[in-house]
């Protein structure tokens, strides 16, 4: 590294350059450059703390992008995995009122009773009963879901009360 060269990338002088290194060993307590008449070449110190100064800009440039992209109208796919009916249930009544919020993003709506791989069919959002064993995922809560079977008065005063859903399949009763 070449201090004139480093002095025209920054548009400054190569004194001031100079004097904003030393201002910075000097309060750092460390040498970050090896100076000959010809060249600064970095130190071992120098080359750790470099890395780590990349790894801070390259956070700072993420966190940056992040806000800008929540300062932003969403657009996009939003890839929805619902079961019938219990899953299109919470998910179409949201559907107008999402659409008039956001215009710039395509609903995808995937209606399957099986399940899916989410994260291979790139799957945003899938509203599932039970709980969700994949760790990969974040889930949450929606409401309870109790499941109930109903049969015409017709059918029970025929057949009588099943005790178990596998005496529906009977016919001989």
Excluded: W
């Amino acid at each position: 590294m070449h201090a004139h060269a480093a002095a025209r990338s920054l548009a400054i002088s190569p004194f001031a350059v100079s004097k904003s290194v030393q201002r910075l060993e000097q309060r750092l307590g460390v040498s970050l450059f090896t100076r000959t008449t010809r060249s600064l070449i970095l130190t071992p110190e120098n080359r750790d703390l470099h890395e780590s100064a990349l790894r801070l800009l390259r956070d700072a440039e993420e966190i940056e992008q992040v806000a800008i992209m929540a300062r932003t109208a969403p657009s996009g796919t939003l890839r929805i995995a619902v079961s019938l009916p219990s899953g299109v249930h919470p998910v179409a009544p949201a559907l107008p009122a999402f659409r008039a919020r956001y215009p710039d993003v395509t609903i995808d709506v995937r209606v399957n009773d099986e399940i899916v791989d989410i994260v291979d069919q790139r799957i945003n959002v899938a509203v599932r009963i039970g709980d969700f064993a994949d760790s990969r995922l974040l889930s949450r809560r929606l409401a309870p879901y109790q499941l109930c079977a109903f049969a015409a008065p017709g059918y029970l005063a025929t057949r009588g009360i099943p005790i178990h859903p596998n005496e529906l399949g009977d016919t001989k009763r």
